[in-house]
């Protein structure tokens, strides 16, 4: 069973930075496209980060220079957050087509609050 989890998600002040990790697990030999969505409280969820299989890189535009998507080995995606905002507070998920399939995580909630 291919699954994704996340972590690194939490509280954080203004100003401040996280690193959300996430890690397929299961039984796999291919992993494409990751990127990173957020959802906020009564909104829908968006597209934050994306990585092309060729290492090109989309961001959302009111993450562009905080945020940095990025891929170690055959198996972690993270994304770097920095100066982190009140309005980047949300669930993060990350997703993948991994043996031909998407997968989602279930999410890790990151808050920014003072």
């Known amino acids: 069973q291919v699954q994704l989890v996340e972590s690194g998600g939490g509280l954080v002040q203004p100003g401040g930075s996280l690193r959300l990790s996430c890690g397929a697990s299961?039984?796999?030999?291919?992993?494409?496209?990751p990127a990173w969505y957020r959802q906020a409280p009564g909104k829908e969820r968006t597209l934050v980060a994306q990585?092309?299989?060729?290492?090109?890189k989309n961001y959302e535009e009111s993450v562009k220079g905080r945020f940095t998507i990025s891929k170690s080995g055959r198996n972690m995606v993270y994304l770097e957050m920095n100066n982190l905002k009140p309005e980047d507070t949300a669930v993060y998920y990350c997703?993948?087509?991994?043996?031909?399939?998407?997968?989602w995580g279930q999410g890790t909630q990151v808050t920014v609050s003072s």
């Open positions: 997703k993948a087509m991994i043996n031909a399939q998407i997968y």
């Open positions: 299961g039984t796999w030999f291919s992993m494409s496209g």
């Open positions: 990585m092309s299989d060729s290492g090109s």
